[in-house]
């Protein structure tokens, strides 16, 4: 078996702590749209699509809306976001390995 050179990580929620900004963003939408859903029923439903959380919460109104000012909201609330400990030097460890790092998200 040949040694693996490429190692992909997902960015949200295993290189980045993003949920006080996902919380953030949410608290927005609620507030301005009159949505009663708790941010804890979207986070049940993180990993999906944007629009597949929204129709599992049976939020069908104005989704396009409700997409781009959670995008805003987060990118306005970035310093919300956090590394988890200990992501920097073992990206930096595995580069200085020998391997090619990336990383891969659905995100904006």
Known sequence: MKEK??????LDGVLVNS??????????????????N???????????PFHEIMKALSIDDEFNKIEKLYCESSLNRMDLLKFYPGVKKNILNLKNNGYLVGIVTSKD
């Open 5 to 10: 050179k490429l190692i992909l990580f997902d």
């Open 19 to 36: 949920k006080n900004n996902m919380e953030s963003s949410w608290r927005e939408v609620q507030i301005k749209y009159s949505i009663t």
């Open 38 to 48: 708790s941010f804890d029923q979207y986070f049940l439903h993180i990993g999906k």
